[in-house]
């Protein structure tokens, strides 16, 4: 079984920053993806990136792109989405999620294992 866990959501002004990381813990697989999703009250879950476990390959919404980078450090099972210029639009519950195996896919349904939560409110 994996657990994630994100960090790094809070309170930010627009136009500023800030790093979210997801912390992987128990059973993992070497090629496996990760991504982050977004979710506000009464709306659907939606995409925000994602990216293969060895870093090669990427995928990003439209919505994010050019703000938004994710990265991954294998060697603390870790992956960080860094968002830049953040935009009010952005406040959401940021999840992190895993597949056992597969490409950085962009549907929730291709994701096996999901963490609980971050926070991110954006101020205007």
């Known amino acids: 079984q994996v657990q994630l866990v994100e960090s790094g959501g809070g309170l930010v002004q627009a136009g500023g920053s800030l790093r979210l990381s997801c912390a992987a813990s128990?059973?993992?697989?070497?090629?496996?993806?990760m991504a982050w999703f977004r979710q506000a009250p009464g709306k659907e879950r939606e995409f925000v990136a994602a990216?293969?476990?060895?870093?090669?390959?990427?995928n990003y919404a439209d919505s994010v792109k050019g703000r938004f980078t994710i990265s991954r450090d294998n060697a603390k099972n870790t992956v960080y989405l860094q968002m830049n210029l953040l935009k009010p639009e952005d406040t959401d519950v940021y999840y992190c999620?895993?597949?056992?195996?597969?490409?950085?896919?962009?549907?929730?349904?291709?994701?096996?294992?999901w963490g609980q939560g971050t926070q991110v409110t954006v101020s205007s």
């Open positions: 990216i293969s476990w060895r870093g090669y390959s990427t």
């Open positions: 999620a895993a597949r056992g195996t597969g490409w950085p896919a962009s549907s929730p349904n291709d994701y096996d294992y």
């Open positions: 128990g059973r993992t697989f070497s090629s496996s993806a």
